[in-house]
């Protein structure tokens, strides 16, 4: 696969194969997901960047041009009443599960450091250290099969350098994400973030286990 065969994804499609591979290693006893499955994880508050609010029909369009694609694929659930779409990321880009865990991440989140990125793909893919992180960034940076992500400049008042991914084509460094705020590395907000992630994370169980009870 050559640079230019790589996938260029729209926000959206960006969004959905996100959340398709986040959910495989948050939730799998529910993965495959379901339509309604996946655009409550499409819509979800916390752990994204941006936050959208899109409609079944948009998911479903997305979903439609992914498999044209073959970046997903579909199947039928138990009661063979309900679709259920996976990803295949790493088919496609030719990952293991630590570049996938990082890939996806980003397309969720939005720009990252290398130790935000250690964080958040906690329940992904466990990085041993933050240089495992970098040596994997670098890596996928200089692919001779096409680079996934890019080194951005420092922004005004940061101390490191954030990372983004490519598979919606060039990234502009201003349209990365607001300057680092000395305060978003605090143990208060980080708090708080995991208390909104935990809070949306009880929220999608409730609804997935009411959608495999809608199949029986």
């Not at 990252?112 to 250690?118: I, Y």
């Not at 607001?178 to 208390?195: H, K």
């Amino acid at each position: 696969m050559t640079e230019s065969s790589l996938p260029l994804l729209s926000p959206l499609e960006t969004r959905v194969l996100g959340v398709l591979a986040e959910k495989q290693l948050t939730t799998p006893d529910y993965y495959p997901l379901s339509l309604n499955a996946l655009v409550a994880g499409c819509n979800q508050k916390s752990s994204r960047d941006p936050v959208m609010n899109v409609s079944e029909d948009d998911v479903q369009g997305a979903l439609d041009t992914l498999k044209e694609r073959k970046l997903v694929t579909n199947s039928w659930g138990a009661s063979r009443r309900v679709v259920r779409y996976s990803h295949n990321l790493p088919q496609v880009l030719e990952t293991d599960a630590g570049t996938t865990a990082l890939v996806a991440t980003l397309m969720l989140r939005g720009a990252q450091t290398a130790g935000e990125l250690r964080t958040a793909c906690e329940r992904l893919y466990r990085f041993a250290d933050l240089s495992s992180v970098d040596a994997y960034l670098n890596e996928m940076a200089v692919r001779t099969k096409g680079p996934l992500v890019v080194k951005l400049p420092k922004q005004p008042g940061s101390r490191e350098h954030r990372w983004a991914h490519l598979l919606g084509g060039p990234v502009q460094a201003a349209a990365s994400g607001p300057s680092a705020d000395p305060e978003s590395t605090s143990g208060i907000v980080a708090l708080r973030a995991e208390v909104a992630a935990l809070r949306d994370e009880i929220a999608e169980l409730r609804r997935l286990v009411a959608d495999r009870r809608g199949e029986q």
